[in-house]
């Protein structure tokens, strides 16, 4: 089989993002998650495999489909592949992301973390093929405690900031993004830990802070699978300055 028929399962693809990386981008979206963050918006992404929902593509006729959007992405711009978790696809967004960057396609990995694995070389070989073709990772931190991000997420969060050490070790540009939720990730002395963390790292360009929403609430309803959050606010703009703050996104022209 030819390297640009290495098969990755989509759930959806956005051909016009402003949110994800710099500029215009074609999103992609994997299917496919380990995490079930409490407030996440898409979990019909967490499935994967027979009966999950998502299309089977080829990498090579994935990049050929999204070439033809290349004229919106302008200088800034190029593709993203987000998820779900694109890393639990390590081999075929590693192979879309090398088609990509033969035609110097900027592209950016927004990522979770989950499931890097730092004590595993031949993990680690196969990572560092996707980072030849990477050009950006935009890296959720949605907790520092493990106690408390297992929680959260129903995993522990060491090989996530062993991750983020990696990468910034590797010289890989960063975003950083924290979720901020009332009551659950809002508090001060996790946020000025997490701002500790960031400030160690050397490749960091970006760091937002992401107000919680409840705009994907429906699609647990339709999934039947009960919401824990219900009755959690939105953040106001208070907190999410105080977040801001405490996070140092002052430090980073770019925020």
């Known amino acids: 089989m030819q390297a640009c028929e290495t098969k990755g399962l989509v759930h959806s693809l956005e051909s016009f993002g402003s949110v994800d990386g710099p500029g215009v981008r074609f999103v992609v979206f994997l299917q496919g998650c380990a995490l079930r963050c409490k407030y996440c918006h898409n979990p019909e992404t967490w499935a994967c495999g027979q009966g999950c929902g998502g299309q089977e593509w080829t990498a090579g006729d994935l990049f050929r489909h999204v070439w033809r959007y290349r004229n919106y992405w302008g200088k800034k711009g190029g593709i993203t592949v987000s998820g779900g978790e694109p890393l639990l696809q390590l081999d075929f967004v590693t192979e879309l992301f090398r088609l990509a960057r033969e035609k110097g396609v900027h592209t950016a990995l927004d990522t979770a973390g989950q499931p890097f694995r730092p004590e595993d070389p031949a993990y680690l070989a196969r990572f560092d093929k996707l980072l030849e073709s990477t050009s950006l990772v935009l890296?959720?931190?949605?907790?520092m405690d493990p106690e408390k991000h297992r929680a959260l997420t129903g995993q522990s969060n060491e090989n996530?900031?062993?991750?983020a050490r990696y990468?910034?070790?590797?010289?890989?540009?960063?975003?950083?993004?924290h979720v901020l939720v009332p009551g659950l990730t809002d508090d001060e002395a996790g946020l000025k830990q997490m701002g500790e963390f960031i400030a160690s790292l050397k490749t960091v360009e970006r760091v937002e802070v992401l107000?919680?929403?409840?705009?994907?609430?429906?699609?647990?309803?339709?999934?039947?699978?009960?919401?824990?959050?219900?009755?959690?606010p939105t953040p106001t703009d208070e907190a999410v300055r105080r977040a801001q703050q405490l996070l140092g996104t002052e430090r980073y022209p770019q925020g």
Do not use: C, M, N
């Open 160 to 163: 996530i900031l062993a991750l």
């Open 139 to 143: 890296l959720d931190l949605k907790e």
């Open 167 to 177: 990468l910034s070790d590797k010289g890989i540009p960063l975003w950083i993004r």
């Open 211 to 232: 107000p919680y929403h409840t705009l994907g609430v429906f699609k647990w309803k339709q999934l039947g699978i009960p919401y824990p959050l219900e009755g959690v």
